[in-house]
């Protein structure tokens, strides 16, 4: 593969990563704004992990993981309250609110004779680890579809087991699911607290990759393609998202031909597929046919 | 068996419910009736726990559910079916059940949920309920493809699934013929004669004054008659709040 290839495919390898977070949520039936926050949380946790306190990668990864689900937890807690627009609009508070907190972050330490940190506007430099291990980029595409393949090995033992189900039901109709005896309240914060985790994960990775990163990457229009993903793609399956990433990724932005209109043809796209197929291309009755058609 | 003490509900200004008392006894039919906005519907959504009263509490065997959320609720024996239909429309009809049958299961899996065990629709128990609503030969549809009469049998199967110890019924009649009506009645009997015990919250007079054993009749958010259907019926104060009140036509008339 030469590099233009592989820095495509490790794009649309961490932007599924932000796509399948917004898509647990939407599959809980709410709707959010704001997943681009725990990519963020993933992206300057990580990096500070490794180019601050100099650990391991690995530990980078773990510790971002973990604060991108403790936060999706803790916002999920009051927020699940709301439903709707009002919950839109929460996620977007708390994203911007995020975003602009970063902006003032500063923590910078001395790492051999560099300052490195994050320093609010400027951003965060020098997330070298990749580098300095000497991981070619083959290696880390290795490594993030590595993760991806996790994540969706996880959604798949779900969806084997109850979890899923418990989603879907308490996203159709949430007081019919009290009723049958299910825990909104519960299931909804773990829902935020997975798609915050899963962002995180791509947030981490991203870092790693980027080597730079700084707020204003981090704003609402992300979270907006990140749901879109979702929607285009479709709501039956974990593949859904991964597919809307692979349309504006794989085909709108690296083919030259729609060079300066990517956003028009998006745009279009997403009414379009909305209008046509309200639950995405892969949506669920088209994976029950799948489904019927793979067990004959 | 099922105990409502001085339950009230504002809504700002609006009493739907106001010091409403009763108490249902174990394994008998009884009716909860009243004009349009007499608060029926509101107390089936207190006992539930869809709303929190203003004051008053509702214990069943004796355990106060007054704090306890709806999913507890249905742990502790209430199921509900809704007089606008709901359902999970993309989920199957064995589904609808087995979700309605393990859904407050998962609160006593103590440590570990029964995770690996999907495609557990294929239960004794729910081959039994699907024959007992008539709907085994659709096990297999999505309940969103169902015709309106075959989603109120599903309801009720449902709602059994849980296996409750008291079944609310927000009126099951609606939008159902005469004939559908008796039908009813005697699906009626049949639940309660696997041992549950009924309220029936309905419109229609016939169904619940062939098949109740007790009624009580609301308006205006207060409790103003109970007895046996033929004590209800000889009530003036409910004739009144059905035909309209004869002393204000009188002040009509004499105006």
Request: hydrophobic share 50%; net charge neutral.
């Amino acid at each position: 593969m030469d590099g233009y290839t592989i820095s495509v495919l490790s794009n649309i390898g961490l932007f599924a990563f932000l796509a399948i977070s917004a898509w647990i949520l939407l599959i809980a039936g709410e709707i959010s704004f704001g997943q681009q926050a725990y990519f963020a949380i993933g992206a300057y946790s990580g990096g500070i992990a490794t180019a601050v306190w100099q650990w391991p990668f690995a530990a980078g990864v773990v510790i971002a993981v973990a604060l991108g689900a403790a936060v999706g937890a803790l916002v999920a807690w009051p927020t699940m309250r709301l439903s709707g627009l009002h919950y839109a609009i929460a996620t977007l508070a708390f994203a911007e609110l995020t975003r602009a907190s970063l902006n003032v972050f500063t923590y910078r330490r001395d790492i051999e004779g560099f300052a490195t940190g994050p320093d609010g506007a400027n951003g965060f430099g020098d997330i070298r680890w990749v580098y300095e291990a000497g991981i070619e980029p083959g290696a880390y595409l290795a490594i993030i579809a590595g993760c991806l393949g996790a994540v969706i090995g996880l959604v798949a033992l779900m969806s084997y087991g109850r979890g899923m189900a418990r989603l879907r039901i308490v996203g159709e109709d949430p007081i019919l699911a009290a009723m049958q005896g299910l825990s909104v309240t519960r299931t909804k914060i773990a829902a935020a607290s997975l798609a915050g985790g899963i962002a995180a994960l791509g947030g981490a990775l991203y870092a790693h990759l980027a080597t730079y990163i700084e707020p204003a990457q981090f704003s609402v229009m992300t979270g907006v393609h990140a749901l879109a993903y979702g929607l285009i793609g479709g709501l039956g399956t974990v593949l859904g998202p991964i597919l809307g990433v692979l349309i504006d990724i794989g085909l709108l932005e690296s083919l030259r031909v729609f060079a300066g209109y990517r956003m028009i043809v998006f745009g279009g796209l997403v009414v379009l597929v909305l209008i046509v197929r309200p639950r995405g291309l892969l949506d669920e009755p088209t994976m029950r046919r799948v489904q019927a058609w793979l067990r004959r | 068996m099922l105990t409502l003490e001085n339950l009230s509900k504002h809504f700002g200004g609006v009493h739907a419910v106001d010091g409403v008392s009763l108490t249902i006894h174990e394994g008998e039919i009884f009716g909860l009736i009243g004009p349009n906005g007499s608060g029926k519907s509101t107390t089936v959504n207190l006992i539930t726990g869809l709303y929190a009263p203003t004051t008053g509490t509702v214990t069943l065997d004796g355990y106060d559910l007054t704090a306890m959320a709806q999913h507890e609720r249905t742990a502790m024996g209430v199921a509900r079916t809704f007089q606008n239909i709901r359902l999970f429309g993309n989920l199957t009809v064995a589904q609808n059940l087995w979700v309605a049958q393990n859904g407050h299961e998962q609160r006593r899996a103590h440590f570990l949920p029964r995770w690996f065990k999907a495609g557990g629709e294929h239960s004794p128990d729910i081959d039994e309920l699907l024959k007992f609503s008539r709907l085994h030969s659709k096990r297999d549809l999505p309940a969103s493809a169902l015709s309106f009469g075959e989603m109120r049998r599903l309801e009720m199967a449902r709602a059994l699934a849980s296996n409750p110890r008291v079944l609310l019924l927000d009126e099951p009649a609606a939008g159902a013929s005469l004939e559908d009506g008796q039908l009813l009645a005697e699906r009626i009997r049949d639940v309660r004669d696997r041992g549950v015990t009924v309220l029936l919250i309905e419109h229609m007079m016939e169904l619940v004054m062939g098949i109740s054993d007790r009624i009580a009749v609301l308006n205006f958010g207060r409790k103003i008659a109970e007895g046996s259907p033929a004590e209800v019926q000889a009530n003036s104060d409910v004739r009144a709040a059905y035909l309209g009140s004869k002393h204000k036509d009188e002040e009509l008339i004499h105006a």
